[in-house]
Nanobody, 116 residues
Framework: QVQLVESGGGLEQPGGSLRLSCAAS????????MSWYRQAPGKTRELVAS????????NYADSVKGRFTISRDNTRETVYLQMNSLKPEDTAVYYC?????????WGQGTQVTVSS
């Protein structure tokens, strides 16, 4: 059974940091591109960052470049999103996604709220 379980969300002040984790199981983790998406109230879901399975090539949305870092541990089958210098506009539900040429899987999401 495929599972993607996000954790690490919460309430943080502007300028603070959070680290999201997504624990994967039930599929060949290293063969999948892993991504973080987010969806703010009233907005469409958008790509935040992605990382390939074997060579670890990363890609970021312009809005988070220089502040967020995506990484993965293929041994632990976990992908991370380190979020620094958080802004109120980063407030959203953050989702983990796994994708290969055939399948796409989504996690349930974790809420991130940036507010003073």
């Amino acid at each position: 059974q495929v599972q993607l379980v996000e954790s690490g969300g919460g309430l943080e002040q502007p300028g603070g940091s959070l680290r999201l984790s997504c624990a994967a199981s039930g599929f060949t983790f290293v063969s999948y591109v892993m991504s973080w998406y987010r969806q703010a109230p009233g907005k469409t879901r958008e790509l935040v960052a992605s990382i390939t399975g074997t060579d670890g090539t990363t890609n970021y949305a312009d809005s988070v470049k220089g502040r967020f870092t995506i990484s993965r541990d293929n041994t632990r089958e976990t992908v991370y999103l380190q979020m620094n210098s958080l802004k109120p506009e980063d407030t959203a539900v953050y989702y983990c996604k796994a994708r290969n040429d055939v399948y796409t899987y989504w996690g349930q999401g974790t809420q991130v709220t940036v507010s003073s």
